[in-house]
């Protein structure tokens, strides 16, 4: 046997922990020794998305676009959420699932929204919270929800725990994985105070008539079984310049969900956080996190 | 050298029926964990019964109480060479080999639980350290492996070759090997302390719980396996040096369960929510209608075991008493997997950060794959052991035929 072909049938009896065996020589290959993103030069980085992207071409027959882009000087991406208005709908969920492609079986969700009892504890235990409510209409009465994604910390545990450095904070305030890297030990959502990172027990599926094909490196691009993912603000959206709103917040029926720069003193999250009286989750954990609860009313 | 090879594999192979019995069983289970591996391996993680709730179970659970046991080698290493105890100096390379089992088997724990353990290389090009807990780890375990490994190779290959030891040679690897073992457990303490999101965890009492802990179960473990060895084969491990580990079990057991108070007084008494994952185990939590008490007889049962063995070895006249002292190691060897296994990991994600309950119990696949992993290191142990008893006793050796003669062990 050739050293080639052993190490090939080699690679291909272990790569059923992640690679599609009917990948080609070179592909394999070239996935298994992906350098780390953030070491990769811009030329590298094209030539790692057009592989993904004839991969999961070859795979679906779908043409995919996977965007590299840095984040955009002098922005820094901030959150509002007002709990006065929402009504617990989870219009938001389902957005962002169809946004990001999130795998559909198993279900993989980066939003949860809580539903409380009026008068119950709430805020720094959320052990009363309901989280698989099911009423034919919402906003139930006598309840109030509140809805949980990333937070995107300034100090954010999880990347202090990843053993590779698969997870960082980039330059505009979003917390990302780089897929590839990702080892999928889990520590990070050990550390997670927020419940925002998830992981991929199976292989995820999405119907390819229904993968957005608009995507990014570091966000909805196709995934694979045995890694963390996160909500990344919907870097696709939000780093095209001019930017889109991420798709909860554009969805959002009642207009609860604020976004904008935090360096931009005009911005819609900077006025909020200027007019209204805000809080952020689990303070007491000094996560500093860009995503801020209010009450308008 | 080839004449030695030749000469190990054939002691390897020779054995009564009860030897190949054992062989056959733990092969049975390595082949059947191995199956079970690989379906998990083709299907995902999501064969095991973890979630993102509980995204850690029963595979971290066993790697923590396998670092636990690592512990025994260091127990056998301060009396032998520090305080030059002679029935514990003729044991200590058995120690030592259990150290480099239970090291070998948290390794395999920790590849099984990973969701793409082909990549784990990638924490070599870029460790996160010093920042992650996760590559200190790395590091000490396999650096106790390292040193445990070399003195269990370098004594047999002076012993193999007729000599003793040398104890400048040794030193340098007693002395890292001593503050070593206590770094792979503080380490994976301070791993889980770490974490400000998980209250249960985050508590100043984990590691030295975890120390002493430790220092109950490698050993009672230890007790066991000697005793063992001594009936199949014709080692000889003094009844002097059984007792004297069993007298450390019985103050190390004194602390655990000192300790383990300090920690239940402080969160029944104070009641602040930080409580609920110490209320989910002992009495189960109530949520949405549905009492959630998985783990509350384990619980109980490692609460009852850890007392009783403690019983049984602080008072002398049943410490003596071999029957009752073997019940005692079983006890403490039960009743520490269950504490410092799942009952210290799947409390830390219960209820989990936004308030949910995922009642957690292994899947078969991830019993199948613990069980496939603890029969290769019982496989490795046998092994080793193997190898070491007819180099002993001069019967293994690198000295040509023919210019042999039986040497004293030590």
């Known amino acids: 046997m050739k050293r080639r072909d052993f190490i090939k049938s080699a690679a291909i009896g272990l790569g059923g922990l992640l690679m599609p065996v009917d990948k080609s020589d070179a592909s394999l290959w070239e996935t298994f020794f992906q350098k780390y993103f953030r070491e990769m030069t811009p030329e590298e980085k094209k030539k790692v998305a057009q592989r993904l992207e004839k991969e999961y071409k070859d795979k679906t027959g779908v043409q995919i676009n996977i965007k590299t882009n840095e984040a955009l000087p002098g922005v820094k991406f901030g959150y509002g959420l007002d709990l006065s208005r929402c009504i617990g709908c989870r219009r938001c969920v389902y957005a962002c699932v169809t946004e990001n492609n999130l795998s559909r079986n198993p279900q993989v969700q980066y939003i949860t929204v809580l539903e409380f009892k009026n008068g119950e504890k709430w805020v720094s235990d959320l052990e009363e919270s309901k989280k698989y409510y099911d009423h034919d209409t919402v906003p139930e009465p006598g309840h109030f929800y509140m809805p949980v994604q990333c937070q995107q910390c300034d100090n954010p545990p999880c990347v202090k725990v990843c053993p590779t450095k698969a997870t960082w904070k980039e330059p505009d305030g979003i917390v990302v994985v780089d897929y590839n890297w990702c080892i999928g030990c889990r520590y990070c959502m050990a550390a997670c105070p927020y419940g925002a990172r998830k992981f991929n027990w199976g292989e995820p599926t999405v119907p390819p008539d229904q993968f957005n094909p608009d995507t990014h490196y570091l966000g909805n691009r196709p995934k694979f079984k045995g890694h963390v993912e996160k909500c990344t603000f919907c870097i696709q959206r939000t780093r095209e310049n001019p930017g889109r709103y991420p798709a909860c917040v554009e969805i959002c029926p009642v207009g609860a969900r604020k976004f904008g720069n935090l360096l931009d003193p005009e911005s819609e999250i900077s006025r909020c956080i200027e007019t209204k009286r805000v809080f952020r989750l689990k303070e007491e954990l000094n996560t500093n996190p860009s995503f801020y609860y209010f009450f308008s009313l | ?410």
């Open chain 2, 1 to 410: 050298m080839i004449e030695f090879t030749k000469d190990l594999l054939r002691h390897l192979m020779k054995g009564n029926k009860l030897y190949y019995a054992w062989l056959s069983v733990l092969g049975l289970f390595i082949a059947a964990g191995a199956v079970a591996y690989f379906g998990q391996a083709d299907k995902g993680l999501i064969v095991t019964n973890m979630r993102d709730q509980v995204s850690w179970g029963f595979y971290i659970s066993n790697f923590t109480f396998f670092v636990g046991v690592a512990a025994a080698a260091v127990m056998l290493v301060i009396p032998s060479y520090i305080y030059n105890f002679k029935p514990i100096k003729e044991i200590v390379l058995f120690g030592e080999m259990i150290a480099v089992m239970a090291v070998i088997m948290c390794i395999l724990f920790v590849v099984a639980d990973m969701g793409k353990p082909i990549y784990a290389w990638h924490i070599m090009l870029h460790p996160n350290f010093p920042s992650s807990l996760l590559v200190w780890d790395v590091i000490v375990l396999n650096g106790y492996l390292v040193i445990n490994l070399s003195a269990v190779l370098y004594v047999l290959y002076r012993a193999a070759q007729g000599k003793e030891y040398k104890m400048s040679i040794m030193w340098p690897i007693v002395f890292l090997s001593i503050p070593w073992a206590f770094s792979i457990h503080t380490v994976t303490a301070f791993l889980y302390n770490g974490l400000s999101s998980r209250p249960f965890w985050n508590a100043s009492i984990v590691a030295p719980r975890f120390i002493a802990s430790a220092l109950c179960s490698g050993p009672a473990l230890m007790i066991l396996v000697f005793q063992i060895a001594r009936k199949v084969s014709d080692v000889d491990v003094s009844n002097e040096a059984i007792q004297k580990i069993a007298e450390l079990i019985a103050y190390a057991m004194g602390l655990n369960l000192f300790l383990y108070a300090a920690e239940i007084f402080k969160e029944f008494y104070s009641q602040s929510i930080h409580l609920a994952p110490m209320d989910y185990l002992f009495f189960g939590l109530e949520k949405g209608g549905i009492h959630h008490d998985v783990l509350v007889p384990f619980t109980w049962v490692a609460l009852c075991f850890n007392v009783t063995a403690f019983l049984i070895f602080v008072m002398p006249g049943m410490r003596r008493r071999f029957t009752t002292m073997n019940v005692a190691c079983v006890l403490v060897l039960i009743g520490v997997y269950i504490e410092k296994g799942m009952g210290l990991i799947v409390p830390g994600f219960i209820p989990d950060t936004l308030g949910e309950i995922y009642d957690y119990l292994p899947s078969a696949t991830e019993l199948l794959v613990s069980a496939g992993i603890w029969s290769i290191g019982a496989l490795v142990y046998t092994i080793l052991m193997k190898t070491a008893i007819p180099i002993y006793k001069g019967e293994l050796s690198l000295i040509p035929k023919g210019q042999r003669r039986k040497i004293p062990v030590h």
